[in-house]
């Protein structure tokens, strides 16, 4: 009865630093995507997917990669971390009925 | 595109108060509607939801009623609660099934 799973839950990164931070479904979900949640501005979509093999950019992508190459999998990658992008992320499922699951998030900081 | 729109808050009331958050959308068909909930420090979980023109969605003393002639998806309950006190998100979703997210409404009830 997992849902969707993100790790990890807290992380401080340094400026410059990568890192990835993983999604995990287990609903067999075709839709999967990333947000971001910053005070006074609501979730911002950063990615999402359609299916396995299958990304497109949404409205703040730009510092961020992703890929799914499983339908259970969407990790996504900071490649270079900036002060900018310390928020709280979360990961979210959903299939062509209606209910879309979220993960319980991940705080990151960037100092 | 799509969008949506919502009141700005806070909300502050006591408890036992009447509430309504207001909602507007922008869509083009007939998208399905829902309404957010997030408890401090947990990711979204689904609220209610409604997926067709006239019908109510409701859950724990909440409802709200898709209308399509005014675009609206307005959240009310008739007596909040401490445990109430939450940021609630209105969402849609249409023919592209990527959800569209308003920023968001924090409600805090005081004794």
């Known amino acids: 009865n997992a849902g969707v799973t993100q790790t990890p839950k807290f992380q401080v990164l340094k400026t410059g630093q990568s890192m990835t931070l993983q999604c995990a479904q287990d609903m067999n979900h075709e839709y999967m995507s990333w947000y971001r949640q910053d005070p006074g501005m609501g979730l911002r979509l950063i990615h999402y997917?359609?299916?396995?093999?299958?990304?497109d950019q949404g409205e703040v992508p730009n510092g961020y990669n992703v890929s799914r190459s499983t339908t259970e999998d969407f990790p996504l990658r900071l490649l270079s971390a900036a002060p900018s992008q310390t928020s709280v992320y979360f990961c979210?499922?959903?299939?062509?009925?209606?209910?879309?699951?979220f993960g319980e998030g991940s705080w990151l900081t960037v100092v | 595109g799509n969008s949506v729109t919502q009141m700005e808050g806070p909300v502050t009331l006591s408890e036992e108060a009447f509430l309504t958050i207001n909602c507007t959308y922008t869509?083009?068909?007939?998208?399905?509607l829902f309404w957010y909930v997030q408890y401090p420090g947990e990711g979204l979980q689904l609220l209610l939801k409604a997926t067709k023109a006239d019908d109510k969605g409701s859950n724990k003393g909440f409802e709200a009623t898709y209308r399509k002639e005014t675009t609206s998806f307005h959240l009310e309950k008739g007596s909040v609660q401490v445990s109430d006190s939450a940021v609630y998100f209105c969402?849609?979703?249409?023919?592209?099934?990527?959800?569209?997210f308003g920023r968001g409404t924090s409600l805090i009830v005081h004794p």
């Open positions: 979210a499922s959903w299939d062509s009925g209606n209910t879309i699951y």
């Open positions: 969402a849609l979703r249409g023919g592209s099934y990527i959800p569209t």
């Open positions: 997917s359609v299916g396995a093999g299958i990304t």
């Open positions: 869509a083009t068909g007939y998208p399905s």
